[in-house]
Nanobody, 121 residues
Framework: QVQLVESGGGLVQPGGSLRLSCAAS????????VSWYRQAPGKERELVAA????????NYADYVRGQFSISRDNAKNTLYLQMNSLKPEDAAVYYC??????????????WGQGTQVTVSS
């Protein structure tokens, strides 16, 4: 059974830090590109950060570059998002995603259930 399970969300004061984790199971994690998205109330889901399957390429949304850091541990089948200097506008539900396109263009696309991040004093 394929699963992506996020954890590490919660309430943090402005300027604080959180580290999100996403534990994968039921598929070969190292074969997948991974990413973090977020969705605030009343807004569309947006890409935060992405990483290639071997971790050698990363990409960040402009609004988190230098503030957030994506990483993965393929030995532990886990994806991480280190979030620093959090602002109220970073508050959202954060989702992890694992995506693979085969050479025959078959798509495997898995999402976690989300973890809430609240930034408030």
């Amino acid at each position: 059974q394929v699963q992506l399970v996020e954890s590490g969300g919660g309430l943090v004061q402005p300027g604080g830090s959180l580290r999100l984790s996403c534990a994968a199971s039921g598929f070969t994690f190292s074969d997948y590109a991974v990413s973090w998205y977020r969705q605030a109330p009343g807004k569309e889901r947006e890409l935060v950060a992405a990483m290639a399957r071997n971790g050698d390429t990363t990409n960040y949304a402009d609004y988190v570059r230098g503030q957030f850091s994506i990483s993965r541990d393929n030995a532990k089948n886990t994806l991480y998002l280190q979030m620093n200097s959090l602002k109220p506008e970073d508050a959202a539900v954060y989702y992890c995603r694992a995506l693979r396109l085969t050479v025959t263009m078959r798509k495997y696309d898995y999402w976690g259930q989300g973890t809430q991040v609240t930034v408030s004093s």
